[in-house]
């Protein structure tokens, strides 16, 4: 998974433009949710993960919660969805991650561990990974330029 966001020339990253954002929610909202593409099993995976992000979840968890080996969980995912359930689950906390530090005052290590992670060290890692900034860095942007976030896609939308 590539991050959304543009870099500038001096490597530091850009806002998203519209139509990344556009890109970036279409994406995600279409890519796992796409019920008639998905086998159910990928399905009720994905479902079990967004209902329940503060779960410590593990591939032998959640393959015996949809009755496959973990290795045929992974499979499927990766040839339906390009990833591993796991980088799935990031991708989810990270989405919600990024939609709470922009609705909510509540601190980053609240926040981390609200979706799932104990350490908020990793959650800022995955986060920066994904987004492109740490979590302190997006919520003082997306204040300072008065931007909401996408309730799709976590992304950071600028005010008009």
């Not at 995600?28 to 479902?47: K, N």
């Not at 209902?51 to 919660?65: E, F, N, P, V, Y």
Request: proline letters at 5%; a positive charge; glycine letters at 4%.
């Amino acid at each position: 998974m590539s991050s959304t966001l543009s870099r500038a020339s001096s490597g530091t990253p850009a806002a998203p433009s519209l139509n990344q954002h556009n890109k970036t929610q279409l994406l995600s909202e279409s890519a796992p949710y796409e019920a008639a593409r998905l086998r159910s099993e990928v399905r009720d995976a994905l479902t079990r993960m967004q209902g329940d992000l503060s779960h410590q979840w593990t591939m032998a968890d959640l393959s015996a919660q949809v009755h496959l080996s973990p290795s045929r969980l992974r499979s499927l995912f990766v040839s339906q969805l390009g990833a591993t359930p796991i980088a799935w689950l990031t991708r989810l906390r990270v989405q919600e991650m990024a939609r709470l530090l922009l609705e909510s005052h509540e601190t980053v290590r609240a926040i981390a561990h609200r979706v799932g992670w104990a350490n908020q060290a990793h959650a800022a890692q995955q986060f920066r990974k994904l987004v492109g900034r740490s979590p302190s860095a997006y919520r003082a942007e997306a204040r300072r330029q008065g931007a909401a976030v996408c309730p799709g896609c976590g992304q950071v939308i600028e005010a008009p």
